[in-house]
């Protein structure tokens, strides 16, 4: 881990409060359960921040066990004779090994040098976190020299040649999903060895330092990166988005469940308590919660021009039902009197020294929420690989023999609010007025 003690603590915490390079926005999208809509939000918002600004390019890793955003990215969910989906089959197409998707990365992450790694040799098979990992595999090598940080457009593939509605300025790091960490992929035949997703090992942290170093790196016409997780809040993948995020948005459902499992999970999977906070306390965390986002909230449309609307401090580009408001007003009460009277969960929250001490200032800065998407809307995204900023009111085949267009008037005001919830997780620079149709 380099430093240790004391002294490699403050040495680490440093080094966070340093990283001042680009892109301007890191968001790590991240949630305890399945269902929240964690992925469904990050396809929609990269896709949004990148036909915001088409003159900056927008990254995204898929570090999730499913591989569910690339999916979306490369044409969506439809299955195809073979039983693969679309999605997935562009992927096979686009970049049929490792070295071009995630685990390539991760690969790479472990073997190369950087400075503070001088000192130490290289991973070999007895002592890489990873467990050799990629152990089994003739590409063990490093596939690019170990000096500098790690160039993380070497490992992107760009979705608009396999799928035209999602925007030339997009860039993807894919996951082929489970294929991606099969045993084939990953296992080194060790007895008794524990899957790269469940181990709580803290030799993760150089991977995830350099992947900081790496997304700092990265040219300066890369403005955001968006990062899709596993519901697995503790894993391994997880963490190391976090190490290099600046930001986390944490979706949540109106299920009480989706709240209390922040700090309350019997597997240890408790994204605040068990994954964030020891982090923190190791000062292996760099992201900070940034806008908790309730989503399927029903409620009524707000004018094409979106203004927030402010009920109980919660802020919205649409007037939520009162059933719902009075929900979200009560799952920020509870996170506040965390906030308030904790101050590890306090220090989880960014730009803290700016916000009132109140429960609504509170939920005003942290809290924000999405309207339901009509059925339709959401098959033509997940089947096809639409995202809403670049949907129209043309007909679209969700199913074969099936079509559908999607009603104009809410589809503008499913832009809005969008634009306005990208506008919150990173700038007023991506106030680019969306593509009316």
């Known amino acids: 881990l380099g430093a240790t003690g004391e002294h490699g603590a403050r040495v ?9 390079g680009t892109p301007t926005h890191s968001i790590v999208f991240c949630s305890n359960r399945g269902g929240a809509g964690k992925t469904f939000m990050a396809f929609q918002a990269a896709c949004e921040a990148a036909r915001a600004r088409p003159e900056k390019k927008v ?16 044409g969506g969910t439809a299955k195809q004779p073979n039983g693969d989906t679309v999605g997935f089959s562009k992927l096979m197409e686009m970049a049929p090994t490792m070295d071009t ?28 976190f990873f467990g050799q990992l990629f152990g089994r595999r003739d590409s063990a090598v490093p596939t690019q020299a170990p000096s500098g940080p790690v ?6 593939i760009q979705p608009s040649t396999a799928n035209e509605a999602i925007p030339s300025n997009l860039y993807l790091i894919p996951s082929a999903g489970p294929v991606s960490w099969s045993e084939a992929n990953t296992s080194t035949g060790a007895e008794n060895e524990v899957p790269l997703l469940f181990r709580k090992d803290d030799g993760w942290y150089p991977v995830g330092r350099r992947l900081a170093a790496a997304a700092d790196a990265l040219p300066e016409d890369f403005d955001a990166i968006f990062v899709d997780t596993d519901h697995l809040a503790s894993c391994v993948l ?3 988005a976090l190490t290099m995020c600046d930001s986390v948005v944490v979706p949540l459902s109106l299920n009480n469940d989706d709240n209390l499992r922040l700090y309350v999970d019997s597997t240890d999977n408790a994204l605040f308590t068990d994954v964030m906070i020891p982090m923190m306390e190791k000062q292996q965390l760099r992201a900070k919660v940034h806008r908790m986002v309730f989503t399927r909230v029903l409620g009524t449309e ?5 203004t927030s609307v402010i009920d109980f401090g919660i802020k919205s580009a649409f007037t939520p039902t009162v059933a719902g408001m009075k929900v979200m007003d009560l799952f920020a009460a509870a996170n506040y009197t965390s906030y308030v009277n904790k101050a590890k969960f306090r220090s989880m929250f960014k730009d803290v020294d700016d916000v009132p001490n109140t429960k609504a200032a509170f939920a005003a800065m942290y809290f924000s929420a999405m309207q339901s998407i009509p059925d339709l809307t959401t098959q033509i995204s997940e089947r096809i690989g639409v995202p ?3 949907m129209t009111t043309e007909r679209y085949e969700v199913l074969k023999g099936h079509d559908g267009v999607a009603a104009r008037k809410r589809l503008m ?7 306005a919830l990208v506008i919150s997780m990173t700038s007023e620079d991506y106030n680019k007025p969306p593509d009316y149709v």
Do not use: W
């Not at 680490?12 to 001042?20: L, P, Q, V």
């Not at 160039?151 to 992107?156: G, I, N, S, V």
């Not at 005001?413 to 634009?419: G, N």
């Open 12 to 20: 680490r915490a440093k080094e966070m409060d340093c990283k001042a």
């Open 59 to 74: 990254l995204v890793i898929d570090f999730s066990h499913y591989g569910d955003v690339t999916t979306l990215l490369l």
């Open 101 to 128: 998707r995630v685990e390539g990365l991760v690969r790479d992450l472990e073997n190369a040098m950087d400075v503070k790694d001088l000192s130490t040799a290289a991973p070999t098979a007895s002592n890489s």
């Open 151 to 156: 160039d993380l457009t070497k490992y992107t």
């Open 238 to 240: 997880t963490k190391l």
């Open 302 to 306: 707000s004018p094409l021009t979106p």
């Open 388 to 390: 809403i900023c670049t």
């Open 413 to 419: 005001s499913m832009k809005a609010q969008l634009q």
